[in-house]
């Protein structure tokens, strides 16, 4: 793009998935260095979703008002051309139309129709005196109306193309006309091109298509249209639309849209009354469509896309059919990875309770094994989740491995890391995500072992590992690709943190921001914050506090939005301690009390940062004695978790404490041995700012002798 301008334009987008979205906003947010325009008009439904839409630097909201009475005529003089038009009767068209452009064409192509607008002498002139000429009350009045005057033939065309789409194959169209009508259908589309229905779609290359001239008026054809009939042309488009796929080989390409078709079809039946065996296979195939779609869907990391149609797949299925228990794990998963954490928890404890009372061992397995990954964004009680696991898992293991289930075992071994990790123990936990990625790779899932191996590589760089060995790691994942662009995304921002500790900021931001593309692309609410969480610890690192202050308190929003328990008192904690660093300690004290409200004991990371921030308040307010109570607590807390990093911040924090107290030589000892655990980790940064900072105790005390 560098160079040139590159414009583009996306209609009607508040029908978009909400990746896609996701996606513009970030076009919006990363390019800096070239002339980029984005287009996207938008009904104003697009704001019930995305309120503050287009309210971001660098974008821009236009509110697209009637249009005023001159801007009409000339709409009316482009439209009938250089002939123009009697004044008396542009200035009633005008006047009826009340600033909707839509309205004038649709009006004029009205009045040419039924005679009341002539050519004549080079000129349109009104037939009769248009003040009695009857002006439909909406726009959808209008078009109904125009629709109603069509013959027999241009309506039999109109009314399935409707059903086919906005845009639609001419070939799809004759399939679906009566026979008798199928040679003239291009004589017929041609009518109703002049009459201002349809255009041709410019874009097709291989075949004639067709386009609505607005999506209004191809809502206004489905909606003449009886459930039946439009359930019969949704199911004879698929049909052959099927046909011409399985010729083509593309057949996998449109399960999603043929999908779509037949559920439409087997939602009209349903309405009609009790479904009959034609309604019920209709709704099956609609269903293994939907669902095919869905699992390719969340194999690529798309959680939004994943959750909509394994849902709708999962709805479709009889409530006996074992199929749509089979989609509950993955649907639970991609519900959960995008904050619907309510919805995602019914549907797992149903499904833990249905593979249960059949005795399907394995679909058992996996449902609870999801179902708890997903109880950690909200539980309450950290400690009793954890203990729960632990003895669920104790059931799990040995009943998959008798049954060879490594599929499950992989999630399993996963889920115990997590425990482990959520609690500081990174050494059991890396272990445990070790069993789960070997257990991945015996079932064939890439995508879960891609998953395993980037929250393990995040083991790596928080645990005891040295910062070499962890970038090793890091980097061989990503040299060997993943398959998986979410693990992707966290393995590189495992590596950039990893790259901050030895120094290297440059290289680390570049890592993040490729994380950043990555993450913005998936959509997905809950993983977000797990990897501006990384960035903003990076900025930490290197002292621009303003920035991982920004960073922190997007993701702050985000998961207080989302109801989400697990990560918010970490992002809640590492918030009131950066503002507390620049300074604003009325705002760090309130901050921390908000976040200690909400952290739960077992929380030791959480937990621990809090104290530190109480502690250095404390201090502020010449409370040493307490100051250094807290601050001694924390160190205890974290004495014996394996992440060297924190329990060096915390005696960093107590030594400060201490020099604060006049006891210069204590605080030096404390210092060293934050510097030995920084310097057993390999974080070069912090090591040298503690160990600047005891030479600067050293020259205190030389000073003062």
Not at 93 to 107: C, R, T
Request: charged share 30%; proline share 3%; glycine share 6%.
């Amino acid at each position: 793009m560098r160079g040139r301008s590159w414009r583009r334009s996306h209609d009607d987008i508040h029908w978009a998935e909400p990746t896609f979205l996701d996606f513009v906003e970030h076009l919006v947010d990363s390019v800096r260095d070239a002339p980029l325009v984005l287009l996207c008009p938008a009904r104003h439904d697009l704001l019930e979703a995305r309120a503050d839409w287009a309210q971001r630097p660098g974008a821009a909201r236009i509110v697209l008002d009637v249009l005023a009475p001159e801007d009409m005529g000339r709409i009316v003089d482009n439209l009938l051309g250089q002939a123009g038009i009697a004044d008396a009767a542009r200035a009633r068209i005008v006047a009826a139309a009340d600033g909707n452009p839509l309205f004038v064409e649709q009006m004029l192509s009205m009045m040419i129709d039924d005679g009341l607008l002539r050519f004549e002498a080079g000129s349109w002139s009104a037939t009769s005196a248009l003040s009695d000429l009857a002006v439909p009350p909406t726009i959808q009045a209008l078009l109904a109306s125009r629709l109603d005057q069509l013959s027999a033939e241009e309506r039999a065309l109109v009314e399935p193309a409707s059903v086919i789409g906005q845009v639609f194959p001419q070939d799809a169209l004759a399939a679906l006309a009566p026979e008798p009508l199928r040679p003239q259908v291009s004589a017929r589309l041609t009518e109703l091109t002049s009459k201002q229905f349809i255009r041709p779609d410019m874009s097709a290359i291989d075949e004639a298509r067709f386009r609505f001239n607005h999506a209004l008026i191809r809502d206004a054809a489905y909606n003449g249209l009886l459930k039946r009939a439009r359930a019969d042309f949704h199911e004879r488009f698929v049909a052959w639309a099927d046909k011409v796929n399985s010729e083509r080989n593309r057949f996998v390409e449109f399960e999603e849209i043929l999908g779509y078709h037949l559920e439409q079809a087997h939602q009209y039946l349903s309405e009609l009354g009790p479904l009959d065996d034609r309604g019920k296979e209709i709704g099956l195939s609609a269903a293994l469509r939907l669902a095919s779609a869905g699992k390719r869907a969340f194999s690529r990391g798309d959680m939004p896309a994943a959750a909509n149609l394994l849902g709708r797949a999962h709805r479709l299925f009889p409530d006996e059919d074992l199929r749509a228990l089979e989609l509950a794990p993955s649907l639970g998963e991609a519900l959960m990875e995008i904050g619907e954490f309510e919805s995602a928890s019914v549907l797992l404890g149903l499904a833990v309770e249905q593979a249960g009372k059949i005795e399907e061992t394995r679909l058992w397995a996996d449902a609870l094994v999801t179902w708890q990954l997903m109880r950690r964004f909200v539980a309450d009680d950290l400690e009793r989740w954890g203990d729960d696991v632990v003895r669920e898992l104790g059931e799990v293991i040995p009943l998959a491995e008798r049954i060879s289930a490594h599929a499950e075992l992989a999630k399993a071994w996963r889920l115990l890391g997590v425990v482990h990790g959520s609690v500081c123990r990174y050494r059991d936990a890396t272990e445990a995500l070790r069993q789960a990625i070997d257990h991945s790779r015996i079932a064939g899932d890439q995508r879960l072992e891609a998953r395993l191996i980037a929250e393990y590589t995040a083991g790596l760089r928080d645990g005891p590992t040295r910062v070499d060995e962890a970038v090793r790691e890091c980097e061989e994942a990503l040299g060997r690709g993943l398959p998986d662009r979410q693990a992707e995304a966290f393995v590189l921002c495992s590596l950039a943190r990893l790259r901050g500790m030895e120094g290297d900021f440059e290289q680390a931001r570049e890592l993040v921001a490729r994380a950043g593309r990555l993450r913005d692309e998936l959509g997905a609410n809950v993983i977000v914050p797990l990897t501006s969480l990384q960035s903003s610890r990076l900025e930490t690192l290197a002292g621009d506090l303003e920035s991982a202050e920004r960073e922190l308190r997007r993701d702050y929003e985000k998961l207080s939005a989302i109801g989400d328990k697990y990560t918010l008192p970490f992002v809640a904690a590492l918030l009131a301690r950066t503002v507390y660093w620049q300074g604003r300690r009325d705002e760090a004290a309130e901050l921390h009390a908000s976040a200690a409200a909400i952290a739960d004991d077992d929380d030791v990371e959480t937990i621990a940062i809090l104290w530190c921030v109480r502690a250095r308040l404390l201090a502020d307010e010449d409370d040493l004695v307490e100051a250094e109570k807290v601050a001694r607590d924390a160190v205890d807390l974290v004495q014996d978790v394996d992440s060297p990093d924190l329990r060096g911040d915390c005696l960093v924090t107590l030594a400060e404490i201490v020099a604060a107290a006049a006891r210069r030589d204590e605080a030096r000892e404390i210092l060293r041995d934050a510097h030995d655990l920084y310097t057993l980790k390999g974080n070069v940064v912090s090591a040298n700012r503690t160990l600047a900072r005891i030479e600067e105790l050293d020259a205190v005390a030389q000073g003062s002798v």
